[in-house]
């Protein structure tokens, strides 16, 4: 469903990611781990196509987005949502403004329809009847879920999420978790999880990727990724490293 091929990003002369080679299957929830400045929201950036790489291939399906001009790569992103990292959210716009907003952009649908669809998405993420809401008046653990909702307004095939639990309590973690593992039972969708908390990690994934200093040093099922011999992916995992 994704494919990196021998993927390298160099930003002003620096090599942020070093010959990723990456494979997401489809429906499969694949977590990305590392620590800071590693370049886990710069992959993420490359998989929408946000960032083009300074060499190597991005497919998404058997589309090849790196090769694709910018109206191409914007039909391709109406099949794709993200969780940014911040949460991201329009902070002048209402709650269910936020979650239209793809919808009105890129859509036909009436605003009925968009109505609809914005209240289904708010119950999803246990937000019913917050439409009216401005951002500034939620909490971080409920921006979160709206930019969950907007994410997923057009039933993506692909989500992705750049840390979508930090800055979160246990409790509010636990509930977007499983927001993520619901949205993939739902709408079907492939996901990619960036994070670098274990305990979501080890919760959520199918697959884990370790990433350090720009390149794949790990991947495999949790089991895998748990028996690693490699010392900084043990290290990281006991949580030293990070
Ligand atoms: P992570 O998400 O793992 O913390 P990032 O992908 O955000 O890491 O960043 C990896 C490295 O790339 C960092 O050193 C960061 O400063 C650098 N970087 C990220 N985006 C840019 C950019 N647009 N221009 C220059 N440097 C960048
Ligand atoms: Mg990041």
Excluded: C
């Excluded at 490359?46 to 291939?57: D, N, R």
């Amino acid at each position: 469903m994704i494919n990196l091929v021998n993927v390298n990003m160099t930003f002003h002369g620096k090599q942020i990611l070093k010959d990723i080679n990456l494979s997401v299957k489809q429906g499969e929830i694949m977590v990305i781990i590392g620590p800071s400045g590693s370049g886990k929201s710069t992959l993420l950036r490359l998989m929408i196509g946000l960032l083009k790489p300074t060499a190597g291939e991005v497919w998404i399906h058997d589309r090849e987005i790196t090769a694709m001009d910018e109206d191409h790569l914007n039909q391709i992103r109406l099949e794709m949502g993200m969780v940014f990292q911040y949460s991201a959210l329009f902070d002048s716009m209402t709650v269910g403004e936020n979650v239209a907003f793809g919808l009105r952009q890129h859509t036909t649908l009436t605003e009925q329809e968009i109505r609809q669809v914005v209240r289904r998405k708010l119950r999803m993420v246990g937000l019913s009847g917050q439409e009216r809401a401005m951002p500034s008046e939620l909490s971080g653990g409920m921006k979160k879920r709206v930019s969950l909702a907007r994410a997923i307004a057009a039933d993506p095939h692909i989500v992705l999420y750049d840390e979508p639990t930090s800055g979160l309590d246990p409790i509010m973690s636990a509930t977007i978790n499983r927001l993520i593992l619901n949205t993939r039972r739902v709408i079907g969708a492939t996901s990619v999880v960036v994070t670098h908390d274990m305990a979501s990690a080890f919760y959520i994934a199918d697959r884990i990727a370790m990433i350090y200093k720009g390149s794949i040093i790990a991947m495999g099922t949790l089991e895998e990724i748990k028996a690693s011999t490699n010392p900084v992916v043990a290290k990281f995992i006991a949580g030293i490293v990070g």
